[in-house]
T-cell receptor
Framework: KAGVTQTPRYLIKTRGQQVTLSCSPISGHRSVSWYQQTPGQGLQFLFEYFSETQRNKGNFPGRFSGRQFSNSRSEMNVSTLELGDSALYLC???FGTGGLSNYGYTFGSGTRLTVV | KQEVTQIPAALSVPEGENLVLNCSFT??????LQWFRQDPGKGLTSLLLIQSSQREQTSGRLNASLDKSSGRSTLYIAASQPGDSATYLC????????????FGRGTSLIVHP
């Protein structure tokens, strides 16, 4: 079956612009989580969506937002980009959430965002 | 707050060696623990998932063990190959609360021919 699909794979944006990243989870998975990965901070949790509702949110400023659609596809948006937002953004899908998280994560290939 | 530590941060070994990668966590109230592999610039590939009630999982040349009481998991790689070169991360999912996993910083492994 198809894996987790993230688009685009690469992005170059200018400071102050905004960007939207997309993630299509594995068919049947209803939970989508987003992570930011940088060499200095490692993997940091952004947010988790389940059944179109944000279930959890990490410690990121309000410039980072997301949503999930009825088909479980998710988007994350970063407004007013800063140089420090340059990172690999990873999406992970899982079957359930909370106490139904026993199937673990499946990650996409990521979107490499470079802010110049 | 759960803290996950992976030691060593980097490892370079000749091909054919058997390896042990370590993952330590501070809170034993875990739901499951997952080992991943990440190639440079790529996403994470799941290797093994151990539920809290399990002691180990095996897949091919990989074996992962879990000891909740001591807050440790090990990933054993048998007969290492150059294709095993990657960064290996562990993720510990807590029981209760948000159930959001905490990731270690990873062990960067190089297997040279």
């Amino acid at each position: 079956k198809a894996g987790v699909t993230q688009t685009p794979r690469y992005l170059i944006k200018t400071r102050g612009q905004q960007v939207t990243l997309s993630c299509s989870p594995i068919s049947g998975h209803r939970s989508v989580s987003w992570y930011q990965q940088t060499p200095g901070q490692g993997l940091q949790f952004l947010f988790e969506y389940f059944s179109e509702t944000q279930r959890n949110k990490g410690n990121f400023p309000g410039r980072f937002s997301g949503r999930q659609f009825s088909n479980s596809r998710s988007e994350m948006n970063v407004s007013t980009l800063e140089l420090g937002d340059s990172a690999l953004y990873l999406c992970a899908s899982s079957f359930g959430t909370g106490g139904l998280s026993n199937y673990g994560y499946t990650f996409g290939s990521g979107t490499r965002l470079t802010v110049v | 707050k759960q803290e996950v530590t992976q030691i060593p941060a980097a490892l370079s070994v000749p091909e054919g060696e058997n390896l042990v990668l370590n993952c330590s966590f501070t809170d034993s109230a875990i739901y499951n623990l997952q080992w991943f592999r990440q190639d440079p610039g790529k996403g994470l590939t799941s290797l093994l998932l151990i539920q809290s009630s399990q002691r180990e999982q095996t897949s091919g040349r990989l074996n992962a063990s879990l000891d909740k009481s001591s807050g440790r998991s090990t990933l054993y790689i048998a007969a290492s190959q150059p294709g095993d070169s990657a960064t290996y991360l562990c993720a510990v999912r807590p029981t209760g609360g948000s159930y959001i996993p905490t990731f270690g910083r990873g062990t960067s492994l190089i297997v040279h021919p």
